[in-house]
Protein backbone atom coordinates (compact mmCIF):
# COMPACT_ATOMS: atom_id res chain seq x y z
CA UNK A 1 0.00 0.00 0.00
CA UNK A 2 1.47 3.10 -0.92
CA UNK A 3 2.28 5.55 1.94
CA UNK A 4 3.59 9.26 1.83
CA UNK A 5 4.35 10.93 5.00
CA UNK A 6 5.07 14.55 5.55
CA UNK A 7 8.44 15.81 7.55
CA UNK A 8 9.00 19.69 8.39
CA UNK A 9 9.94 22.04 11.53
CA UNK A 10 6.39 22.86 12.58
CA UNK A 11 7.32 26.46 13.53
CA UNK A 12 8.36 28.80 10.77
CA UNK A 13 9.35 32.81 11.54
CA UNK A 14 7.62 35.36 9.11
CA UNK A 15 9.95 36.24 5.97
CA UNK A 16 11.63 33.05 6.73
CA UNK A 17 11.50 30.09 3.80
CA UNK A 18 8.98 27.17 5.17
CA UNK A 19 10.54 23.83 3.51
CA UNK A 20 9.00 20.69 3.92
CA UNK A 21 9.65 16.71 2.40
CA UNK A 22 7.37 13.92 1.49
CA UNK A 23 8.63 10.60 1.81
CA UNK A 24 7.10 8.13 -0.37
CA UNK A 25 6.84 4.01 0.33
CA UNK A 26 5.06 1.21 -1.27
CA UNK A 27 5.64 2.96 -4.65
CA UNK A 28 7.78 5.02 -6.72
CA UNK A 29 8.17 8.93 -7.21
CA UNK A 30 9.76 7.62 -10.79
CA UNK A 31 6.09 6.96 -11.80
CA UNK A 32 5.53 8.28 -15.31
CA UNK A 33 1.56 7.67 -14.16
CA UNK A 34 1.73 10.36 -11.64
CA UNK A 35 2.38 13.64 -10.37
CA UNK A 36 3.34 14.38 -6.40
CA UNK A 37 1.27 17.33 -5.18
CA UNK A 38 1.12 19.58 -2.06
CA UNK A 39 -2.13 20.87 -1.13
CA UNK A 40 -2.47 22.69 2.53
CA UNK A 41 -5.77 23.84 4.52
CA UNK A 42 -5.58 26.75 7.12
CA UNK A 43 -7.27 26.84 10.23
CA UNK A 44 -11.07 26.26 9.76
CA UNK A 45 -10.78 27.05 5.83
CA UNK A 46 -10.73 25.05 2.36
CA UNK A 47 -8.10 23.44 0.85
CA UNK A 48 -6.07 24.75 -1.64
CA UNK A 49 -3.38 22.96 -4.08
CA UNK A 50 -0.12 24.60 -3.54
CA UNK A 51 1.44 22.92 -7.32
CA UNK A 52 2.84 19.01 -8.44
CA UNK A 53 5.92 18.31 -9.73
CA UNK A 54 7.07 14.87 -12.32
CA UNK A 55 10.27 12.84 -11.17
CA UNK A 56 11.45 14.58 -14.75
CA UNK A 57 11.36 17.98 -12.45
CA UNK A 58 8.40 19.45 -14.48
CA UNK A 59 6.35 21.55 -12.49
CA UNK A 60 3.24 23.43 -12.26
CA UNK A 61 2.56 25.80 -9.19
CA UNK A 62 -0.91 27.60 -8.23
CA UNK A 63 -0.86 31.25 -9.60
CA UNK A 64 -2.09 32.33 -6.16
CA UNK A 65 0.99 31.34 -4.37
CA UNK A 66 3.17 33.68 -7.16
CA UNK A 67 6.62 32.92 -7.49
CA UNK A 68 7.24 31.81 -3.57
CA UNK A 69 7.34 28.53 -4.64
CA UNK A 70 9.73 25.69 -5.67
CA UNK A 71 9.58 22.18 -5.82
CA UNK A 72 11.97 19.50 -6.50
CA UNK A 73 11.94 15.87 -5.86
CA UNK A 74 14.50 13.23 -5.52
CA UNK A 75 14.41 9.91 -6.76
CA UNK A 76 17.49 8.56 -5.00
CA UNK A 77 15.19 9.04 -1.98
CA UNK A 78 11.73 8.52 -3.02
CA UNK A 79 10.67 12.07 -1.97
CA UNK A 80 9.53 14.88 -3.03
CA UNK A 81 10.02 18.11 -1.35
CA UNK A 82 8.23 21.85 -0.90
CA UNK A 83 9.88 25.18 -0.08
CA UNK A 84 7.87 28.30 0.15
CA UNK A 85 9.51 31.74 1.14
CA UNK A 86 8.94 35.08 2.75
CA UNK A 87 6.16 33.40 4.71
CA UNK A 88 3.44 35.41 6.66
CA UNK A 89 0.95 34.86 8.81
CA UNK A 90 -1.72 33.51 6.51
CA UNK A 91 0.56 30.88 5.25
CA UNK A 92 0.04 28.60 8.84
CA UNK A 93 -1.85 25.35 7.59
CA UNK A 94 -1.59 22.14 7.69
CA UNK A 95 0.24 20.88 4.74
CA UNK A 96 -0.50 17.78 3.07
CA UNK A 97 1.62 15.73 -0.12
CA UNK A 98 0.25 13.45 -2.28
CA UNK A 99 -0.53 11.29 -5.29
CA UNK A 100 -1.84 12.86 -8.38
CA UNK A 101 -3.06 11.07 -10.50
CA UNK A 102 -2.07 12.77 -14.48
CA UNK A 103 -3.36 11.59 -17.94
CA UNK A 104 -1.97 15.02 -20.00
CA UNK A 105 -3.54 16.73 -17.37
CA UNK A 106 -3.66 17.23 -13.77
CA UNK A 107 -6.23 15.16 -12.06
CA UNK A 108 -7.54 14.40 -8.25
CA UNK A 109 -5.17 13.21 -5.40
CA UNK A 110 -5.54 9.43 -4.68
CA UNK A 111 -3.20 9.08 -2.41
CA UNK A 112 -2.12 11.27 0.85
CA UNK A 113 -0.04 11.81 3.19
CA UNK A 114 -1.29 12.56 7.14
CA UNK A 115 -0.72 16.47 7.16
CA UNK A 116 1.80 18.23 8.86
CA UNK A 117 0.80 20.90 10.48
CA UNK A 118 3.00 24.32 9.99
CA UNK A 119 2.66 27.77 11.50
CA UNK A 120 4.26 31.18 10.84
CA UNK A 121 4.91 32.87 14.32
CA UNK A 122 7.68 34.86 15.61
CA UNK B 1 -10.13 29.95 -11.19
CA UNK B 2 -13.08 27.51 -10.85
CA UNK B 3 -15.01 28.75 -7.66
CA UNK B 4 -16.39 25.66 -5.43
CA UNK B 5 -19.68 26.20 -3.33
CA UNK B 6 -20.27 23.51 -0.85
CA UNK B 7 -23.33 23.50 1.24
CA UNK B 8 -24.53 23.20 3.78
CA UNK B 9 -21.21 23.80 5.86
CA UNK B 10 -22.26 21.28 8.77
CA UNK B 11 -24.59 18.71 8.98
CA UNK B 12 -25.94 16.51 11.39
CA UNK B 13 -27.83 13.31 10.51
CA UNK B 14 -29.01 10.63 12.83
CA UNK B 15 -26.88 6.68 12.20
CA UNK B 16 -28.87 4.98 9.73
CA UNK B 17 -30.07 8.20 7.86
CA UNK B 18 -29.00 9.56 4.58
CA UNK B 19 -26.83 12.67 4.19
CA UNK B 20 -26.59 15.18 1.14
CA UNK B 21 -23.76 17.01 0.08
CA UNK B 22 -23.70 20.05 -2.50
CA UNK B 23 -21.25 21.09 -4.94
CA UNK B 24 -21.68 23.45 -7.34
CA UNK B 25 -18.72 24.98 -9.58
CA UNK B 26 -18.69 27.96 -11.19
CA UNK B 27 -18.11 26.81 -14.75
CA UNK B 28 -18.60 23.19 -16.31
CA UNK B 29 -16.67 20.47 -15.39
CA UNK B 30 -18.39 18.45 -17.93
CA UNK B 31 -16.13 18.27 -21.09
CA UNK B 32 -17.65 17.62 -23.55
CA UNK B 33 -15.34 15.54 -25.90
CA UNK B 34 -15.56 12.92 -23.39
CA UNK B 35 -18.80 13.30 -21.60
CA UNK B 36 -16.90 13.58 -18.00
CA UNK B 37 -17.24 15.13 -15.42
CA UNK B 38 -13.98 16.56 -13.56
CA UNK B 39 -14.96 15.97 -10.02
CA UNK B 40 -13.63 14.28 -7.28
CA UNK B 41 -15.12 13.86 -3.19
CA UNK B 42 -12.77 13.48 -0.21
CA UNK B 43 -13.42 12.98 3.24
CA UNK B 44 -11.04 13.72 5.78
CA UNK B 45 -11.19 12.39 9.51
CA UNK B 46 -9.17 13.49 12.48
CA UNK B 47 -5.86 12.46 12.53
CA UNK B 48 -6.07 10.42 9.06
CA UNK B 49 -5.08 11.57 5.65
CA UNK B 50 -7.02 12.01 3.88
CA UNK B 51 -9.09 9.95 1.27
CA UNK B 52 -10.53 9.70 -2.36
CA UNK B 53 -14.07 8.68 -2.19
CA UNK B 54 -15.24 9.47 -5.64
CA UNK B 55 -13.71 10.69 -9.22
CA UNK B 56 -15.58 11.49 -12.49
CA UNK B 57 -18.68 12.90 -10.00
CA UNK B 58 -19.85 9.17 -9.43
CA UNK B 59 -17.05 6.35 -10.00
CA UNK B 60 -16.29 4.76 -6.39
CA UNK B 61 -12.72 4.02 -5.27
CA UNK B 62 -12.06 0.86 -4.49
CA UNK B 63 -12.96 -0.18 -0.88
CA UNK B 64 -15.52 2.52 -0.13
CA UNK B 65 -18.64 1.22 0.93
CA UNK B 66 -21.40 1.34 -1.51
CA UNK B 67 -23.18 3.66 1.15
CA UNK B 68 -21.51 6.28 -0.76
CA UNK B 69 -22.37 7.58 -4.04
CA UNK B 70 -21.95 10.52 -6.40
CA UNK B 71 -24.61 12.07 -8.58
CA UNK B 72 -24.64 15.36 -10.60
CA UNK B 73 -23.31 16.72 -13.85
CA UNK B 74 -22.27 20.22 -15.32
CA UNK B 75 -21.95 22.45 -11.86
CA UNK B 76 -23.85 20.91 -10.13
CA UNK B 77 -23.18 17.94 -7.95
CA UNK B 78 -24.16 15.61 -4.78
CA UNK B 79 -22.38 13.10 -2.29
CA UNK B 80 -24.97 10.80 -0.32
CA UNK B 81 -24.49 8.94 2.36
CA UNK B 82 -27.54 6.64 2.08
CA UNK B 83 -27.64 5.03 5.91
CA UNK B 84 -24.97 7.15 7.64
CA UNK B 85 -22.75 5.18 10.29
CA UNK B 86 -20.24 6.29 13.18
CA UNK B 87 -16.96 6.29 11.22
CA UNK B 88 -18.43 8.41 8.38
CA UNK B 89 -18.19 11.55 10.66
CA UNK B 90 -15.72 14.07 9.01
CA UNK B 91 -15.80 16.81 6.80
CA UNK B 92 -16.36 16.27 3.32
CA UNK B 93 -14.48 17.79 0.00
CA UNK B 94 -15.50 18.20 -3.66
CA UNK B 95 -12.46 19.59 -6.18
CA UNK B 96 -12.68 20.44 -9.75
CA UNK B 97 -9.81 19.08 -12.32
CA UNK B 98 -11.17 20.43 -15.26
CA UNK B 99 -9.33 23.53 -15.21
CA UNK B 100 -5.82 24.79 -13.19
CA UNK B 101 -5.39 25.87 -10.66
CA UNK B 102 -7.24 22.94 -9.60
CA UNK B 103 -9.85 23.80 -6.78
CA UNK B 104 -11.67 22.96 -3.84
CA UNK B 105 -15.12 23.17 -2.22
CA UNK B 106 -14.89 25.20 1.48
CA UNK B 107 -16.39 21.56 2.91
CA UNK B 108 -18.96 20.09 4.86
CA UNK B 109 -18.31 19.05 8.21
CA UNK B 110 -20.99 15.50 8.85
CA UNK B 111 -21.85 14.79 12.38
CA UNK B 112 -24.01 12.56 14.22
CA UNK B 113 -27.24 13.93 15.72
Known amino acids: QLQLQESGPGLVKPSETLSLTCTVS??????????WGWIRQPPGKGLEWIGS???????YNNPSLKSRVTMSVDTSKNQFSLKLSSVIATDTAVYYC??????????????WGQGTLLTVSS | DIVMTQSPESLAVSLGERATINCRSSQTVLYSANNKNYLAWYQIKPGQPPKLLISWASTRESGVPDRFSGSGSGTDFTLTIGSLQAEDVAVYFCQQYIGTPLTFGGGTKVEIK
Open chain 1, 53 to 59: IYYSGST
Open chain 1, 98 to 111: ARHVWSSNWYYFDF
Open chain 1, 26 to 35: GGSVSSRSFY
